[in-house]
Every structure is written in C-alpha cells, then in structure tokens.
C-alpha cells in the first residue's frame, strides 16, 4: 500500500525538512488555530461544569408555589387579600393536574410567631426552621455529611427529629463534636438531630444556617393546623413546567376566588427557565468557539498552501525530472497532499498540546474559585477527533491546489529551465 512506502515518507520528510525555517513559520498559523480551538472549546466546558456546581442537586424540571396579594378585586373581596394554602390544596392538585409528579408543602417558622429561637447549651443560631416532608429531598438535594436525612417514617410518626445545615452545627456544637443524637431546643420544644447537610450547590434556598424537621411534627410543635406555606412541586419529564404552571394557578385561583386576570395573588418560579437559559447559552458559547476556531484553522491551512505552491514552484526542474521518468500525475500529486497533511496534523499536535497545558494551568488557578462559573475546562475525545478530523480534511482540500499545479508542470518545460 502506498501509504507505507518508505520511499514516499523519505521524500516528503527531505522536502520539509530542507528549509526547517520556513517550515517552523509555515506551521505556526495551525498551531495558533489549534490553541485558540481547544481553549475556547475547553473554556465553554469550563463554565458549563461552573454552572452545573451552582445548580448541584436541583432538579431542573421543578416549579415553587406561594401565596402572595391579590391586586384586584373579585367576587365582593377587596384587593390586598392574602392568599394561604392548605393542605387539602396538595392532593387536589395532585389528583387534577396530570403533569405533577411529586407535590412537597412546607412550612418556615417564623412567619406567625414574633421570634424563632433555636438554640443548645446557651448558644443560639438564628436558624430558619423548615417543616418538611422527605420528597423535599427530590427537589433540592441536600448533601448529607453526617447521619440522614428526614425519611418517610418519621413524617408519618410525627417524630421530634430534625436535620441542621453545617452553619447551624457550627453555631451550636464545639467542632469534632458529633451532633447526631445530641438535642436542639427550638422556641423551648426539643428536638433530636439526625443529620447535618452542606449545600449540594453554590445556589441553594435554605443556605446551611437552617434546621428542618417532619412536616407532621410542626404540626403539632408549632400549631400551624392544615397551613401550607409554600410547596416545591416536581413536574413529569415528558411535560413542559410552563404547562403545569398555568393549570396550577388556574385551579388555585378558582378555589381561592382570585381573579383571573391577577397575576400578583399567586407567586410562582419556573427553575426550568434557568437551566434552558443555561444550555441555549452554553450551546451558542460551543457554536462560537467552533466557528473561531474552524476559521482560525483555515487560515492557517491556507498558509500551509501558499508556502507548498512557493515549493512547487522551486521544484519545478526536480519533479520535471521524475515525471520524464515515469512518475505519473497520480503519484506527484499525492506527495503534495501528503506534505500539506503531514504539516498541518504536526502543527495541530503540537497546538493540542500546548492548548491542554493553558488549561491544565487554568484549571489549578480556578479551583478554588466559587465565585464565577468556572470549573474543570476540559475538551472531550469527540471535539479533539472533530477538530483533527476537519483540520485533515482542510489540509486535503488545500493541498489539491498546489498539487494541481505540480503535476501541470510539463517535463520538457522544467527540463529547460535553469
């Protein structure tokens, strides 16, 4: 196979090889388009992966419920009424609106009493206290570091549990001191901890400074009767949020007499907009870094191009030679491609492997760094087979034009000149 002759190889190496100068200057167009390539495309994983950490342990298909004002008036009520749910509301809307998968009401203490006071041993937090059921868990993840979470068992048993965030532990515990097991006074009532969590994400509601206890058990704790403060509802894959969210407020504003031209009574977040936001931005980010980098590379295969016409043309009387004896247009052309290739797959290697050392750099020096969406820029073995794949490709179609133009040289021509 032609591809594995020894003869062809030695002559396209001498050929590049006889001006090493222009050879090394020929090349550094691809290098530099290579470089640019991976980083941009190593970048835009690097904030993809940034964003991924902020939004760690949230599902992207859910949607948040409150009660706010109503702003107009309907049916004799007065406007600035507001609105409270109740729990019957919870399995009316999971019976009537099909696209719910998991409905999750809670309720914050706080928001009926004047003071919330959670404290141990004299030491008070100023934690936000919760009252949850364990599907909360399915909306916004908590990472547990000791212990567990609050489980099925004891929202159904009314336990005095509760789980507290790492702050919440800080303010209240000597450190190296296990809290699991220990109790926590909340407005006098005592309650077991059974877990502390960390926030999953750079971005999470309930921030770590927060204790959270069984739905049931505030209940009866704290006198809140059949209250809903707000519910963190989970949407089926196979269905926009958006949908789920007008048949929601159309249904609670008919229970609760709302208007339904009032969009201030019911307050509502659709946490899929952010994740659609997030991919149509990280997908334009990709998009560009491959229309920069493909037109980087292309200019750099041009010049590859020019320098081989350039040694064309000073081998004029050589190839003349080697066409006079025997070599036939099918050969000399395919020299000429083979140098263009060899150039451009060379000086893309070693583009790639300069472009992985910035980011391996880049990499260590935004490690640490929480404060911008920047985690881990690296490129997959997919875009690195695509780029060289392209750059192969260019390099073939750019070395036709000088290779048509060697084998148009004519042996008695370039036998005459000097």
């Known amino acids: 196979m032609w591809l594995f002759d020894r003869d062809l190889w030695s002559e396209v190496f001498s050929t590049l090889t006889k001006n090493m100068l222009r050879t090394v200057l020929t090349t550094l167009g691809v290098i530099f388009a290579i470089i640019i390539l991976i980083l941009l495309l190593g970048s835009a994983t690097g904030m993809i992966n940034g964003f991924d950490r902020i939004f760690a342990g949230k599902a992207s298909n859910s949607l948040f419920v409150w009660g706010q004002e109503t702003s107009m008036p309907y049916k004799g009520f007065e406007r600035g009424r507001p609105v409270e749910y109740e729990m019957d509301d919870i399995t009316m809307l999971s019976k009537r609106v099909e696209e719910v998968d998991v409905i999750s ?6 928001g009926f009493q004047q003071a919330v006071v959670v404290k141990r041993e004299g030491r008070t937090s100023g ?3 919760f009252g949850d059921f364990s599907t909360i868990d399915l909306v916004n993840k908590k990472k547990i570091v000791e212990g567990r979470f609050i489980n099925l068992n004891d929202v159904n048993n009314g336990k005095k549990v509760c789980v507290i965030g790492l ?3 800080e303010l209240l515990f000597d450190k190296g001191i296990s809290a699991i097991g220990k109790d926590i006074s909340i407005n006098n009532i005592y309650f077991t901890v059974i877990g502390v969590y960390e926030k999953s ?8 400074n927060s204790v959270i206890i069984p739905f049931t058990t505030f209940q009866r ?11 963190a509802i989970l949407i089926k894959p196979e269905y926009p949020v958006a949908q789920a969210e007008a048949k929601i407020k159309e249904l609670l504003k008919v229970k609760y007499d709302i208007d339904p031209d009032d969009n201030r009574a019911i307050g509502s977040f659709d946490f899929s907009q952010i994740f659609t936001a997030i991919s149509a931005f990280t997908m334009v980010l990709q998009g560009f870094a491959f229309f920069v980098g493909i037109f980087t590379m292309l200019a750099g295969v041009i010049a590859v191009s ?5 040694t064309v043309k000073e081998r004029t009387k050589e190839i003349g030679v080697r066409r006079a004896l025997g070599a036939t247009p099918k050969v000399i052309k395919r020299q000429i491609i083979l140098e263009s290739i060899v150039l451009t797959v060379v000086a893309g290697a070693v583009g790639f492997i300069i472009a992985v050392g910035f980011l391996y750099i880049l990499n260590v020096q935004t490690a640490s760094n929480t404060d911008v969406p920047f985690v881990n820029p690296t490129v997959s073995m997919t875009q690195i087979l695509v780029s060289f794949t392209l750059m192969t490709l260019l390099s073939i179609l750019i070395g036709l034009i000088p290779a048509r133009r060697a084998v148009r040289i004519k042996p008695i021509e370039a036998l005459r000149e000097d």
């Open 105 to 110: 009401p809670r309720i914050e203490l706080g």
């Open 127 to 129: 934690s936000r206290v």
């Open 167 to 169: 702050e919440t532990y």
């Open 201 to 208: 994400g750079d971005f999470d509601f309930d921030g770590e």
């Open 221 to 231: 704790s704290f006198n809140s009767g059949e209250r809903v403060g707000w519910m």
């Open 306 to 310: 020019n320098i081989l016409l350039i």
